[in-house]
């Protein structure tokens, strides 16, 4: 079993919908939860960066940690194209991340 | 499957020596790899693309004779920091993608290498 599980998709969703991606992940010790997104061809960008349990929410994303059921979401609202990418989670209990497989996200216009 | 290794995870060294810093895919063929650094809690940035087999291009403002990139096969890429000072502490992070998921721009991540220079 991975370390941190996450849904490599596609998926296809219209412009407008809630977008919700999640990681499960099985080691306890993690405190630090990160959300990434790539486009094609570039490095990931930081999105989202939350230690410990808790939501944060920047715009249209929201990101929530649930450290009891060891898993994380990234919630994106009134979602559009420009949001298509691939999303990565990634976590980490000191100073080496363990990351997500990544989802292909495709906003349909 | 696909997972990716960094060694060292973790290094500290004094200003002027020189670091190596090794990406290996352990389950499958990696023509591509890449090497970002990462300052905390902001984006990777990418510094280089290395193909098996040929010079590993750069990225604008990255120092090549500062980084050397050695990709000398299909499952192993290294990073050397040569000469390196305060100012190269950083968070290194190396990438791969699988030769044979044809088209595919997934990337797989290792989990980094911490550098300190003192």
């Known amino acids: 079993q991975k370390e941190v599980e996450q849904d490599p998709g596609p998926l296809s969703v219209p412009e407008g919908a809630i977008v919700s991606l999640n990681c499960t992940y099985s080691?306890?010790?993690?405190?630090?939860f990160m959300w990434y997104r790539q486009y094609s061809r570039k490095g990931p960008e930081l999105l989202m960066y939350t230690y410990s349990s808790g939501n944060k929410e920047d715009g249209r994303f929201t990101a929530q940690v649930d450290k009891s059921s060891k898993y994380i979401s990234l919630f994106i609202r009134d979602s559009q194209p420009s949001d298509s990418a691939t999303y990565l989670c990634a976590m980490s209990a000191d100073y080496q991340l363990i990351w997500g497989a990544g989802t292909k996200l495709i906003i349909k216009p | 499957g696909a997972v990716v290794s960094q060694h060292p995870s973790r290094v500290i060294c004094k200003s002027g020596t020189s670091v190596k810093i090794e990406c290996r895919s352990l389950d499958f063929q990696a023509t591509t790899m890449f090497w970002y650094r990462q300052f905390p809690k902001q984006s990777l940035m990418l510094m280089a693309t290395?193909?098996?087999?040929?010079?590993?291009?750069?990225e604008q403002g990255v120092e090549k004779d500062k980084f050397l990139i050695n990709h000398a096969s299909l499952t192993l890429s290294t990073l050397t920091v040569t000469s390196a000072h305060p100012e190269d502490s950083s968070f290194y992070i190396c990438?791969?993608?699988?030769?044979?998921?044809?088209?595919?721009?997934?990337?797989?991540f290792g989990p980094g290498t911490r550098l300190t220079v003192l």
């Open positions: 290395s193909n098996e087999g040929s010079k590993a291009t750069y």
């Open positions: 080691n306890s010790a993690f405190q630090y």
């Open positions: 990438s791969a993608r699988d030769r044979g998921l044809a088209g595919s721009d997934t990337q797989y």
